[in-house]
């Protein structure tokens, strides 16, 4: 080993010196020179413009479009340079350490998978295909349930939900089918869930017509209690719809007296594991007793979010709430696999087809590429990072984690930076903006806040020792700066593409623009008149 | 399995080398992993190691076994397909997927509009677009897809109205209309609205069904069975004396020829994006959109987010925020929210990559083109004896229904018929439209030459002899 | 709605309650009530009105939009607003007369000549400035709390004097002025000093509304106002007729009565009835004996909301519903309202009651449903205070 002599290039600083990429990109309407083509599309050939004509032109009037749409037109390459330089004023996993986004799961998306999902004999399947040809994909949509099986422990998972939103709204519809089932579907319409659930198990739940009672924490613990649970069950609970490790990264240590609560007084058990992925191989839905579970795979599985999706959930259930899988359900018999559409008491479709398959592709090579000790190692490894990022950042000035004091979290924490607030008037606002000067950032969760200036950080197992010790900087020097020199903190970003946004506009229905020809509408002032002298 | 004998090293999870594990639990004072875990009661606890197959650690092992079952797939690369029904074989430009692969775009999920200014402008960019082809000036970020679009547009409907019954249009997707059933459950009723002879809406059925308790009517142009609707203008003035919203679901891959719903005076537009620049991905390459003039009274009832573009503190710079952003303080909401989620980022920015390629002229040469290539296929299907097209009357731009019941073969045979020479043919219609018999829904894009479809139909003849 | 209609100029008021804050650093717990100010300065007290107030007009200075004409500012002489102008170099017009000692009367006064003239006031003070100033300004004028005072109970301040600067800027700067209204709540002091928290409510002033964050992926929870309407709606769903009904003081259960086509006072005790043609009030601003009155003859309800930031029930500001009318009425008649701001800002801490009975409070005690929206409810814990 070797080490620079003193008059070498001196060692990197942490944090290190960030700068995001600014290409100042005008809107892409702006970059249109008429008459430019992007693309071309196949010429008809002779035989059938002979015969047909043109049958657009048959069209009636008002029927036909008149003008062309003003879309921008450009030449390939101009398309590709703006877009490849706005992908470059973005920032994905691949490119920073996006430990930020907690209840999220940022982890990395494994590139071979990437080549899996995008092979044509995925990407180029239609799903009205003959199941003759499609063998390989219904086999890998079957493994994955069975995979997914027995790491729930539910007796059957559909794949079919596009996002876990659309996963939570999936098993509260089958637990309202369940309901009517037995007769019990007016009976039944309250469904129970936790302030630090996710909160779109409420809104999902909501969205059905249930009433929604939520439990609080109890101000020590941060757990939501087992007397309150009692309070709130009922012969009118459909459900108890739960995250385990809440977003606090909390563990509920009574789960399955939770669970067994809601069951006595009737009421179906829900295990959103939105944060499953500490617990993978350690803990499963079954042995806490759940009915219900959902993954989301764009967290826990590494299929990437895609800024906001395509994202795919999985909802596993056990015998009893099988009947009610969204149709059709994978089935193999013998060698053969198959669709069956044959299922009455399905609550029919919750995706156009059969979910999002390049993620379904992505999840099962990630899980087989791993086995069952390399999950049992994302959770520990995950467990680990977020416990030693936890010590570290309890270390900055202003922050704290609220409730469970010398407790463990499991794959997240969710933060406050309250004292730093009230010391120094800096936020999580102007926290957040300045963080993205270091290509850092973290996003303040949900409101109404209960935890007071929320920053919950969530690491994965994807980020090395170093990484998170170079996040640890980040929000030291932040928090460092926000106590010596609080302006600079508010007035930030500074190294960001862009400055301080002006939101002014956005809440004013005269200015606001959510597309371009608004904008054009509303901001355009008319030409100055030119003037009718002649130059010189 | 194999012996190993340290513990595994895996590429993914960096802090898998013992020296680093070991550090790290120094630091936070615990001895073993497993005192991390105290928060789980052991009979919480899974007590023996998962069952799953071994794991396929090199990439090597993995590509032989996920590769292997990828090449048990044909697909529409191999076969020539004239399957649509909701999900389009269309030219998918490189660059398309050029951009959805970076890695910036692809892994980047809810950041702020500083941490993602890139992905607040192409959504900005897509919603800009899709603005100009729909003639509208608000469009939502990318919903899940055309189904759900549709069925958000109509709850947005109620709630601007207050009323609670939704006429939707027969001639739909049998999937798209139990989503909206399932999505406006409990407390919206739909009837479902007649269509007459020729694929169309029926005017006087739609007449009589109208009242002021019709909060929207809700039909697809082209519809489900491709049939293009004319009288768009004279059901939106029936619709709005009534003082209900008319909702169209469109497929925006015919607005280079088909006027915009707009022009007749729709309120909400929904659809699908999946033909403008995504795979099939067998089903998985949907995202919605939908779409209003710029009213506040419906902009309030989104339940999507809508990036609108603003300055920053340096001139000359954009920037972008939430519209509209405590939306629900103009209007409680009663009717219960929606949830919003993950939903279709990627196939946004994808769409609006292919709108800026296409071009205004490119839009309308794929909807002539399509115009002329199904029109061709419609005639020569015609040729061949005992075949039906029953809404050949109407116009079309890219399906139409073909009617086998009289050669007494079932849609399903001469499928299969059709494959074992290379084809996919129509998506079969018997069992979601009984009335229509033994049927097909045909779709011809752009991508279909001539060859292919003259080859169609020979193989067709050939199946029925 | 717009506040007024725009001048080419914008005026910004500001009054400064010198005297505010002078309590805290010598333990008086507040300066209201005569000669308590003198005491804190005899005890050494340092006014920081002014210096607090500066330091909002500084930050709105710097978060004004370049190129922008700033606002003009009206204030009151001397310590009353022009020597926090002064120290912030901001030009202004000061009225009324330079005073060495000032009373809630000065606050009032000037609160009166700034009312008909600025687009916005500003005050630095507490709980009992905000209080003065509420018994003036009407609902067209928005007003905002620089936090100077030691009790800040009320929602009408901003989080600290530099916040108050931005959110100002933020709402003169720009067209689309929203406000919200908030409750002036204020602790009686003497009982404050004793020791005791019991915060009352006064009255509410319209606010602008705060700054708002951008980096969620869903679109915002409902308003504090939306919330509330929300809240009227599902309670209206669940009224009964025949059934008597008193409502609490509060912004919340007035948003109650609003949707009721009632005209709730927004401190007092009201009760109404649900007759076969809808509700229909019985009393307003109801005394201990009208209440038992009221609940003798037939069934009867309680619609409360707890008030402040301590989370109580029953005990502060709502008296006359005594330990007497709660139990004719029975605990499981009492419906709590919350929107989920408030339950949030609990943070799983519990519901407090102190009737004054400690038998009954201990039968109020255990877990109850608050409604917290349409077809939403919390499980909170009531405790004996």
């Known amino acids: ?536 | ?465 | 709605m717009p506040d007024r209609p725009s001048q080419d100029v914008l005026r910004l008021g500001l009054i400064v309650n010198p005297i505010a804050g002078l309590g805290g650093r010598v333990g008086l717990k507040g300066t209201d009530g005569a000669g308590m100010a003198e005491r804190a300065l005899d005890l050494g007290a340092e006014p920081r009105a002014a210096a607090r107030a500066a330091t909002a007009l500084r930050r709105l200075a710097e978060a004004w939009p370049a190129g922008q004409a700033p606002p003009m500012l009206i204030c009151g002489a001397g310590e009353m607003g022009a020597s926090a102008a002064v120290a912030a170099s901001w030009p202004h017009e000061a009225l009324g007369e330079r005073r060495t000692r000032t009373t809630a009367d000065d606050t009032r006064r000037l609160a009166v000549a700034l009312a008909e003239s600025v687009d916005l006031l500003l005050f630095a003070g507490g709980d009992g400035t905000a209080r003065d100033i509420c018994e003036i300004v009407t609902d067209h004028l928005p007003v905002l709390g620089i936090p100077a005072g030691v009790k800040i109970q009320s929602a009408v301040f901003a989080t600290s004097p530099g916040a108050a600067g931005e959110v100002a800027a933020r709402y003169l700067a720009t067209s689309a002025r929203r406000t919200v209204e908030r409750e002036v709540l204020d602790l009686d002091e003497e009982a404050y000093r004793a020791g005791h928290v019991r915060p009352r409510l006064h009255g509410s002033m319209r606010v602008p509304r705060g700054p708002r964050l951008q980096s969620r992926k869903s679109p915002a929870p409902a308003g504090d106002a939306a919330a509330m309407a929300s809240i009227a709606a599902e309670v209206e769903g669940l009224l009964e007729p025949g059934r008597r009904y008193i409502l609490g003081p509060g912004t919340t259960t007035r948003a109650l009565a609003l949707r009721l086509g009632l005209e709730k006072t927004l401190v007092g005790i009201d009760a109404f009835e649900v007759e076969a043609d809808g509700p229909r009030l019985l009393i307003r601003d109801a005394a201990e004996a009208d209440l038992r009155d009221i609940v003798r003859d037939g069934p009867s309800s309680i619609v409360i909301t707890p008030i402040g930031g301590q989370g109580f029930l029953f005990g502060r500001g709502n008296q006359p519903i005594s330990p007497e009318v709660i139990r004719v009425v029975g605990r499981e008649s009492i419906i709590v309202l919350a929107t989920p701001g408030k339950v949030a800002e609990l943070a799983g801490r519990p519901l407090l009651v102190d009737t004054g009975d400690e038998t009954l409070d201990r039968e109020l005690a255990g877990h109850i449903r608050v409604i917290s929206g349409r077809g939403e409810r919390a499980i909170v814990r009531i405790e004996s205070a």
């Open chain 2, 1 to 465: 399995m194999n012996h190993r004998p340290g513990p595994t090293i895996h590429p993914y999870i960096p802090n898998t080398i013992p020296a680093v594990r070991e550090a790290m639990l120094e630091t936070v004072g615990a001895a073993s992993v497993d005192e991390l875990y105290a928060a789980i009661p052991a009979h919480l606890r899974l007590t023996r190691p998962l069952d799953m197959p071994a794991p396929l650690s090199s990439e090597t092992e993995l590509r032989r076994h996920v590769g292997g079952l990828i090449d048990r797939n044909t697909s529409t690369r191999q076969l020539v397909s004239f399957l649509g029904a909701g999900c389009y074989d269309h030219q998918v430009p490189a660059v398309c997927d050029e951009i959805n692969s970076r890695g910036e775009f692809l892994t980047a999920y809810a950041g702020d509009p500083y941490e993602d200014h890139g992905r607040f402008q192409t959504l900005f960019e897509f919603a800009s677009m899709m603005g100009e082809l729909l003639e509208m000036d608000v469009v939502s970020v990318p919903t899940f897809d055309g189904h759900q679009a549709a069925a958000t547009a109509l709850r947005m409907a109620a709630r601007a109205t207050g009323r609670r019954r939704l006429l939707v249009n027969d001639h739909i997707s049998r999937d798209k209309l139990s989503r909206i059933a399932d999505y406006c459950e409990p407390g919206l009723e739909i009837v479902s609205l007649p269509t007459d002879a020729t694929g169309q809406v029926d005017i006087d059925e739609l007449r009589s069904l109208l009242d002021d308790s019709v909060a929207a009517v809700h039909l697809d142009q082209p519809s489900f069975l491709g049939v293009v609707e004319t009288h768009g203008a004279e059901i939106v003035r029936l619709v709005h004396e009534t003082g209900a919203l008319a909702v169209v679901s469109v497929d925006p891959s015919t607005l280079g020829v088909l006027a915009p719903p707009a022009t007749w005076g729709v309120d909400i537009v929904a659809g699908d994006i999946q033909p403008l620049g995504i795979r099939q991905h067998f089903g998985g390459g949907h995202g919605g959109f939908i779409a209003s003039a710029d009213d506040p009274k419906l902009v309030m009832e989104y339940p999507t987010r809508l990036f609108g573009l603003t300055g920053t503190s340096v001139e000359g710079e954009y920037g972008f925020g939430d519209v509209a952003y405590e939306r629900t303080s103009f209007a409680v909401r009663e009717e219960g929210k929606e949830w919003v989620g993950t939903a279709a980022g990627l196939w946004g920015i994808t769409a609006g990559v292919y709108l800026a390629l296409m071009g205004p002229q490119g839009m309308t040469e794929l909807g002539e083109r399509m115009m002329a290539r199904t029109r061709y296929t419609m005639e020569r299907m015609a040729e061949i004896p005992g075949v039906g097209l029953p809404f050949a009357g109407g116009h079309h731009v890219k399906e139409f229904v073909v009617d086998f019941n009289a050669t007494a073969r079932t849609v399903a045979s001469i499928n299969s018929g059709l494959l074992a020479r290379g084809y996919l043919g129509g998506a079969d219609l018997s069992g979601t439209f009984p009335d229509l018999g033994q049927s097909a829904l045909y779709a011809v894009t752009e991508v279909r030459s001539q060859a292919e479809i003259d080859g169609l139909v020979e193989a067709i003849a050939e199946v029925l002899r």
């Open chain 1, 1 to 536: 080993m070797t080490t620079p002599r003193a008059h070498a290039i001196g060692p990197k600083p942490s944090p290190c010196r960030f700068h995001q990429a600014r290409w100042d990109e005008p809107i892409i309407f702006e970059h249109s020179v008429p008459g430019a083509r992007g693309v071309l599309i196949p010429e008809l050939e002779d035989g059938i413009r002979e015969r047909v004509g043109s049958p657009a032109d048959a069209l009636p009037a008002g029927v036909r479009r008149v003008t062309p749409p003003a879309l921008p037109e450009m030449a390939q390459v101009n398309v590709l340079r703006h877009y490849t330089r706005l992908s470059q004023e973005t920032l994905g996993v691949d490119v920073n350490i996006d430990v930020g986004q907690g209840t999220c799961t940022m982890k990395y998306s494994p590139k071979i998978n990437e080549s899996f999902a995008r092979d044509q004999r995925i990407a180029d399947l239609h799903p009205l295909q003959d199941e003759s040809t499609v063998q390989g994909v219904l086999e890998i949509m079957w493994h994955l349930e069975r995979l997914l099986c027995e790491i729930s422990g539910m007796d059957r998972v559909t794949l079919q939900p596009p996002s876990g939103s659309a996963a939570i709204w999936t098993n509260v519809s089958m637990i309202r089918a369940y309901h009517a089932s037995r007769g019990e579907a007016e009976q039944r319409d309250e469904v129970i869930t936790t302030a630090f659930s996710h909160p779109s198990n409420a809104a999902c739940a909501r969205t059905a017509g249930y009433t929604i009672i939520t439990l609080q924490p109890d101000p020590v613990s941060g757990r939501p209690t087992l007397d309150a649970l009692k309070a709130a069950v009922s012969e009118r609970t459909a459900a108890l719809l739960i995250t385990n490790p809440e977003d606090t990264g909390i563990y509920n240590d009574e789960i399955d007296e939770f669970v067994r609560v809601v069951h006595e007084a009737g009421g179906l058990a829900c295990y959103d594991q939105a944060n499953a992925n500490g617990v993978l191989g350690i803990a499963r839905a079954r042995e806490a007793g759940f009915d219900l579970c959902h993954f989301n795979l764009h967290k826990t599985f590494s299929t990437p979010h895609g800024c906001g999706g395509p994202g795919a959930g999985a909802c596993g259930v056990t015998e009893a709430l099988v009947p009610f899988l969204p149709s059709p359900t994978v089935e193999r018999d013998g060698g053969r696999f198959r669709l069956d559409h044959d299922r009455p008491r399905s609550i029919g479709k919750v995706q156009p087809w059969y979910g999002s398959a390049p993620n379904q592709v992505r999840a099962y090579a990630w899980i087989m590429s791993l086995g069952a000790e390399g999950l049992r190692q994302v959770a520990e490894t995950a467990v680990l990072n977020n416990n030693y990022l936890m010590r570290q950042v309890l270390a900055i000035r202003g922050l704290s984690a609220p409730y469970a004091q010398g407790e463990r979290r499991i794959e997240q924490v969710r933060y406050s930076w309250k004292g730093l607030a009230d010391d120094t008037d800096v936020h999580i606002d102007h926290i957040a903006a300045r963080m993205n000067d270091h290509g850092g950032h973290f996003w303040s969760s949900h409101h109404p806040f209960v935890v007071p200036e929320p920053m919950t950080l969530e690491p994965t197992e994807s980020y090395s020792m170093h990484d998170l010790d170079e996040h640890v900087a980040m929000l030291n020097a932040v928090a460092e700066e926000a106590y010596a020199d609080p302006d600079t903190v508010r007035s930030a970003p500074h190294r960001s593409t862009i400055h301080q946004v002006d939101d002014s506009w956005l809440d004013d229905p005269e200015q606001w623009a959510v597309t371009w020809r608004a904008y054009l509408r509303k901001h355009s002032t008319p030409m100055e008149a030119s003037s009718d002298e002649p130059a010189d």
